[in-house]
């Protein structure tokens, strides 16, 4: 069963007949959005609350929690945005940390060897100790931060402090809370979420304890939504204002074919992929070498072919 990006607070009635369904072995796909925004038409920024979907207590039981905020990763997909007017505007990429790009380190096959996948306005998950197994799939990188909500998203400012922070570098105190998991696979033998509750409907083979399943938790429900070309849906991943292929699709793949018990597919799905980050403190703290290697390496080139050139000649027609 896929819940992908749910807008509406479940029932408790919805809620025990899932939680008898995963007791009943059945896996389920997650795609969880804890934030909703609202546009104000006056200022026209965009205003990040959290989203109440009265699932706390259920995935509380499971042994995990999707929170209420905001992750900023500086290893993150770029976002374009037009200047000028009709015919004449330019589209210019920029750094938008908001849009976490996570290619994980975990060994897992529904991970192995994909690229990067694409995240946009991600919430962080913890996990909590209780005896089911649990896998972190995806991950945002080492400098990420995390936003509390609710938090008012102005384009123009946001842009120049990412501008600055990648020109600059980030601070010691920013982006330092590490590794955070933005997707989380739960295997095992599942307790009942009712446990010891009184229960909204009655179910004639309610089960406490449940059989062996699988459940797959992102805190992202955009992963999963195409872009649109006119009224025709482009492939999954791809991003039509970059030209780039993300992992998007790959991901999805693996998790339900792995959820299906299928290993077989992800095998041969599996390709060996290099993804290249670039470090972007290293790259604040020797931008001004390289930009002085740039400048000069061409024109001592240049020179020294003149040189020579001019060398040959004369001794050529002398």
Do not use: C
């Amino acid at each position: 069963m896929i819940i992908a990006r749910p807008t509406k607070k479940f029932t408790e009635k919805e809620k025990y007949l899932l939680d008898q369904y995963i007791m009943s072995g059945g896996s389920t796909l997650w795609l969880i959005d804890k934030v909703q925004f609202v546009n104000d038409s006056v200022g026209g920024n965009d205003f990040a609350f959290a989203r109440d979907l009265n699932l706390t207590d259920f995935f509380f039981r499971y042994g995990i929690r999707v929170n209420s905020n905001l992750v900023k990763d500086l290893y993150s997909a770029p976002i374009i945005l037009a200047s000028g007017e009709e015919r004449e505007s330019q589209y210019n990429r920029y750094p938008w940390f908001y849009n976490p790009l996570s290619a994980s380190n975990s060994k897992h096959p529904i991970t192995t060897n994909i690229e990067g996948v694409k995240f946009e306005y991600a919430s962080s998950i913890d996990t909590l100790p209780n005896g089911i197994k649990k896998t972190i799939l995806l991950n945002s990188s080492p400098l990420s931060k995390i936003v509390g909500l609710p938090k008012e998203i102005n384009i123009s400012k946001e842009i120049t402090t990412n501008l600055k922070i990648v020109n600059e570098g980030p601070t010691d105190l920013e982006f330092n809370k590490g590794e955070l998991p933005l997707a989380v696979l739960l295997e095992g033998t599942f307790k009942s979420a009712y446990l010891n509750r009184v229960k909204p409907l009655k179910i004639i083979n309610h089960q406490e304890l449940g059989q062996e399943a699988k459940m797959v938790i992102i805190a992202d429900g955009s992963i999963i939504k195409n872009q649109l070309q006119g009224n025709r849906p482009l492939e999954l991943g791809f991003d039509k204002w970059t030209n780039n292929f993300y992992g998007n699709k790959e991901f999805l793949l693996n998790t339900v074919n792995y959820l299906l018990d299928d290993n077989g597919l992800i095998n041969i799905r599996t390709k060996d992929i290099s993804i290249p980050f670039l470090d972007p403190i290293k790259v604040s703290e020797n931008r001004t070498f390289w930009k002085w290697i740039n400048l000069l390496f061409p024109l001592l080139l240049l020179t020294i072919l003149v040189l020579i050139f001019n060398y040959i000649r004369k001794k050529k027609y002398t």
